[in-house]
Structures are given as C-alpha cells and as structure tokens.
C-alpha cells in the first residue's frame, strides 16, 4: 500500500512534523499509522508533551512576580 508506513518511518513523521508541514500525503500516512499503532500513538503524545514542558520551562523564568 502506498500510505503505508513502518514504526521508524512514522516516529521520523513525528518529529518532523513538530518543526514543519507535513505533505498532505504524509500527514493522511501518518494518521494511518497512529490509528493502528499503539506504540507510535503513545511516542507521539510524549513528543507533544516534551514540547509542551519545554514551552513552558523557558518561560519559567519570565514571570516576574515582584520576588
């Protein structure tokens, strides 16, 4: 099948969507993937996490609450 993708390739989609645009192809492959993978779905909600705490530790620092 064309949209199919293995678990290295679908992590490789993560990551890379995390910086930009996946192709419309991609991004219907990696849905794909993730409906059907429970390991990849799972790396991609600790990818989505990560991001979320990173964000949220550089701005840690930023709350200049009169300390």
């Known amino acids: 099948m ?3 993708r293995t678990c290295k390739q679908a992590s490789h989609l993560v990551l890379q969507a995390e910086d930009t ?3 419309i192809k991609e ?3 990696l849905r ?3 409906w059907a993978c429970t390991a990849c779905t799972r790396f991609s ?6 991001r ?16």
Request: glycine residues 6%.
């Open 2 to 4: 064309i949209l199919r």
């Open 21 to 23: 645009v996946l192709p």
């Open 27 to 29: 991004k219907l492959a």
């Open 32 to 34: 794909l993937h993730l």
């Open 45 to 50: 909600s600790q990818v989505r996490l990560m």
């Open 52 to 67: 979320q705490a990173t964000a949220r530790w550089r701005h840690y620092g930023d709350d200049s609450s009169g300390d």
